[in-house]
């Protein structure tokens, strides 16, 4: 394949331009199998660049990634090495976003090694979801660490320092502006499953509610997002969801 920018020639299809220092790949789609990756390439949406005003079709192409699972002790490194060469691959072409869908081991291990936004896609066909969807949306990305994001009058959060990890995690969000702890409510049902957190449907500004429960107390929390309206509002809410799943807090 030959660069979208400057015609020199590419290692590999999608990859990042060594010679213009351009991307060619916006967004990557990863189809994580235990024992088998696929990562599809997708080329970006200006339309006003003269060099890929010709192209019409959005995939740059495919790349797949195999691994033999391990048992035991072994399995931790093989999993890890596996995740590393997903990574390598995505490194390589410099992407705006990664949407992964499959299994939750592979894209929590590959959301571990790499720094880009990842978000969760559980259609069956995953490429053509993530075409409509990027087609349907285009939300800001918020830059500011999670630490900064964290405020209002309210400081004291339920479940210590898990309950500060659990809003960490969203706050990292890329596509959240701010997280607003609200006060603490000791009298719900106790539980004992531990701290646990969930983020609730989105209103009409796209905003949504983080909720986090400890034992017989519920702290509600407001979480701030770049969504315009209720329908990207719930897209991030998803994803958000799914990062806590993956992070073990649902």
């Known amino acids: 394949m030959e660069c979208r920018h400057c015609a020199s020639p590419l290692e590999k299809p999608g990859d ?11 967004a990557i789609v990863l189809e994580a199998g ?13 339309s006003d660049d003269p060099a890929t005003a ?7 192409g495919e790349t797949t990634i195999t691994t033999t699972p391990e048992d035991g002790e072994n399995e931790v490194v093989e ?8 990574g390598d691959e995505i490194r390589r072409k410099r ?14 291990a590959v959301r571990e090694d790499i720094h880009y936004p990842c978000y ?4 069956a066909e995953p490429v053509d ?17 999670p630490a900064e994001k964290i405020g209002g009058s309210h400081t004291t959060l339920i ?35 531990g701290l646990r957190a969930k983020v609730t449907r989105a209103d009409d500004g796209g905003n949504v509610r983080m909720l986090l429960r400890d034992g017989s107390s519920v702290q509600e929390n407001r979480v701030v997002t770049t969504a315009r309206d209720r329908e990207m509002g719930e897209m991030i809410r998803d994803d958000l969801n799914e990062v806590l799943t993956d992070a073990e807090f649902q």
């Open 16 to 26: 990042f331009c060594l010679v213009c220092r351009e991307q060619n790949t916006e």
């Open 34 to 46: 235990r024992e088998r990756a696929t990562l599809t390439m997708l080329a970006g949406e200006d």
């Open 54 to 60: 010709d192209r019409d079709d959005p995939v740059l």
């Open 79 to 86: 999993l890890r090495n596996f995740a590393g060469l997903i």
């Open 95 to 108: 992407p705006e976003e990664v949407y992964a869908g499959g299994e939750r081991d592979v894209i929590r």
């Open 120 to 123: 969760r896609v559980d259609d």
């Open 129 to 145: 979801a993530v075409l409509e969807r990027r087609g349907n949306r285009a939300l800001d990305v918020v830059e500011t660490p």
């Open 159 to 193: 479940g210590g320092r898990t309950g500060m990890q659990a809003i960490h995690t969203v706050a990292d969000h890329p596509h959240v502006k701010k997280v607003i702890p609200g006060p603490i409510d000791a009298g719900g049902k106790g539980s004992q499953s």
